[in-house]
């Protein structure tokens, strides 16, 4: 039996890590992010694999870096056959890549060379992809870098956001590494190496990127709204205070205004320019210190002294 060793973090990884486990393989062990500290009352909180894997009676180790740390020693006595990893969040070093007899692999969700890096999902709607996919690659020091051993495609929806995106992708890997791992293993498998004429990157999200341009259009700020939902969340500003902006439509309407400028209010919506004189349609949003509402919620309450003619935005944005 194909002893292996499992690296995964958020809710990504658990359907891959539950299908490993369903198939039969020899789940030695599982590494994850240390326990975390999460909401208002910062309660020491365990990553979603950390769960998954004591629901099945599985060694957890929780490096806060693997890298020469006591948890990378037990992995190597432990001997395993192969390592996976599937956003993991930390770099493997050298030693550990070469372990296992097998190597290791990783489950990426992005079409390789196409968005290295540690937020390919937010990049893929953020520049307003049509395809994404998931890539099972060798592991090697450099990130995202190693070669091809298979890859899978899905097309990407208008009302696709990160947190639907990551869950398609999840169940996404999870088949194609159940469908490659039996060739792996047999050696039938022939890696491919990525053309570095076509890598793209996918740094994590700064801050920044966060705040919406209204001087882009409106499909573009579409893209950023759902590249940042659920997290981070993109936002603007009104009257000095900070707007999350959750939900927008691009609107096939035309204007001559300032971008961020507010061109129309209804009873359930308002408008805003933005660049290349296009409109958005504001749907859904957050006004600081309160919880994510409708528009129609917001008009009535305390959007209800929302004048045309303001600005949305500081300086445009």
Same mark, same amino acid.
């Given at each position: 039996m194909t002893k292996i060793v499992f690296m995964g973090t958020p809710a990504f990884s658990v359907p891959i890590l539950e299908a490993l486990i369903d198939k039969g393989y020899d789940i *030695?062990?599982?590494? #994850?992010? $240390? &326990?975390? %500290?999460? =909401?208002r009352k910062k309660v020491m909180t $365990?990553?979603?694999?950390?769960? *998954? *894997?004591l629901q099945h009676q599985i060694l957890v180790l929780q490096p806060e870096k693997i890298s020469g740390s006591e948890e990378m020693a037990k992995v190597i006595e432990l001997q395993p056959d192969l390592i996976v990893t599937a956003a993991f969040g930390q770099f493997l070093p050298q030693k550990l890549l070469s372990a296992p007899r097998l190597g290791a692999i990783n489950v990426h969700a992005s079409l390789l060379p196409k !968005?290295? =890096?540690? *937020? %390919?999902?937010?990049?893929?709607? +953020?520049? =307003?992809e049509k395809e994404t996919g998931v890539t099972i690659? !060798?592991?090697e020091k450099k990130m995202d870098a190693g070669d091809i051993l298979s890859q899978r495609s899905l097309e +990407? #929806?208008?009302?696709?956001? /990160?947190? #639907?995106?990551?869950e398609r992708l999840s169940r996404l890997g999870r088949d194609l590494l159940i469908d490659t791992l039996p060739d792996l293993i047999a050696g039938k498998v022939t890696p491919v190496k990525q053309d570095e004429e076509k890598v793209t990157y996918s740094p994590n999200i700064k801050a920044e990127e966060e705040l919406i341009d209204w001087s882009k259009s409106a499909k573009e700020i579409d893209w950023q709204v759902r590249g940042m939902r659920p997290w981070p969340g993109a936002y603007t500003s009104l009257n000095g205070n900070r707007?999350? /902006?959750? @939900?927008?439509? %691009?609107? &096939?309407?035309? #204007? @001559?205004?300032e971008p961020g400028t507010i061109i129309q209010i209804e009873k359930e919506r308002f408008m805003v320019a933005c660049g290349e004189r296009t409109v958005v349609q504001v749907n859904e949003l957050q006004p600081a210190g309160k919880s994510k509402m409708t528009t129609t919620a917001f008009l009535s309450g305390v959007g209800s002294q929302l004048r045309v003619g303001e600005m949305v935005g500081d300086n445009g944005n």
């Open positions: *030695a062990a599982v590494v #994850t992010q $240390p &326990d975390r %500290p999460v =909401g $365990p990553t979603p694999v950390k769960e *998954a *894997a !968005y290295r =890096g540690g *937020a %390919p999902v937010h990049y893929s709607l +953020i520049k =307003g690659m !060798y592991m +990407i #929806t208008e009302k696709d956001d /990160v947190g #639907t995106l990551f707007l999350k /902006v959750w @939900d927008v439509t %691009p609107l &096939d309407d035309d #204007t @001559d205004k």
